[in-house]
């Protein structure tokens, strides 16, 4: 079986400060991993993506994640944090276990940018 | 190239009224899913199909019914809607299982 948790329901950062949105995993097998964003009233985009290639992944937007087998952890992070940046992020984990696997969401993060 | 279209985007239903929600996808992808999603719960799957010709409950599929027309496209039927069914509903495709999914607009279904 599979799960995520999203350790924050809400983040505030202030723009131009560093985002750090976590997640910690569960997963029988060797899992995917992936983030999602979310802006108000649209539906989800990939920001980025973990397939067992390297730990540190960079997506769109100037998003990265860090895969940690030892913490079973899968961070996203951000140097500095734009206006732009404000919506809800899902964390996303999928085992690709025996048969077919499906993804399991976190309940989401919202994140707000102030000025 | 549109992605994955979904319609309606907004209704509104009585309490015992039925209505299917359509999704098609233009990436050839084979498999196709339907998700709602709710405050504070994330998304949850109702169903999902592998490739044509093949449908499977998800983690919530009580009170639904799909039905994969065909490589493109993916119904969600309610039967006899309940308010406990409003809710954002999701379509997403996938070239298989496991790989990331690439979602819909969403459509905006209220129970009145």
């Known amino acids: 079986a599979q799960s995520v948790t999203q350790l924050d329901s809400h983040v505030s950062v202030s723009e131009g400060t560093p985002v750090l949105l976590r997640c910690n995993y569960s997963?029988?097998?060797?899992?995917?991993l992936f983030w999602y964003v979310q802006h108000p009233n649209k539906g989800l985009q990939l920001l980025l993506k973990?397939?067992?290639?390297?730990?540190l992944v960079k997506g769109i937007n100037g998003f990265e994640a860090e895969f940690k087998k030892s913490e079973t952890s899968f961070h996203l992070t951000k140097p500095s944090a734009h206006m732009s940046d404000a919506a809800e992020y899902f964390c996303?984990?999928?085992?690709?276990?025996?048969?077919?696997?499906?993804?399991?969401f976190g309940k989401g993060t919202m994140l707000l940018v102030s000025p | 190239n549109a992605g994955v279209t979904q319609t309606p985007k907004f209704q509104v239903l009585k309490t015992g009224q039925s209505m299917t929600l359509q999704c098609a996808q233009d990436?050839?992808?084979?498999?196709m899913y339907w998700y709602r999603q709710d405050p504070g719960m994330g998304l949850r799957l109702i169903y999902y199909?592998?490739?044509?010709?093949?449908?499977d409950k998800g983690e919530v599929p009580n009170g639904y019914n799909v039905s994969r027309l065909n490589k493109r496209e993916f119904s969600l039927r309610l039967e006899s809607a309940a308010p406990s069914q409003t809710s954002v509903y999701f379509c997403?495709?996938?070239?298989?299982?496991?790989?990331?999914?690439?979602f819909g607009p969403g459509t905006r279904l209220t129970v009145t």
């Open positions: 996303v984990v999928s085992d690709g276990g025996s048969g077919y696997s499906t993804l399991t």
């Open positions: 997963s029988s097998y060797s899992p995917s």
């Open positions: 997403a495709s996938s070239e298989a299982d496991a790989y990331e999914q690439y």
């Open positions: 199909s592998a490739s044509e010709g093949t449908t």
């Open positions: 973990y397939t067992s290639a390297a730990t």
């Open positions: 990436m050839n992808h084979n498999s």
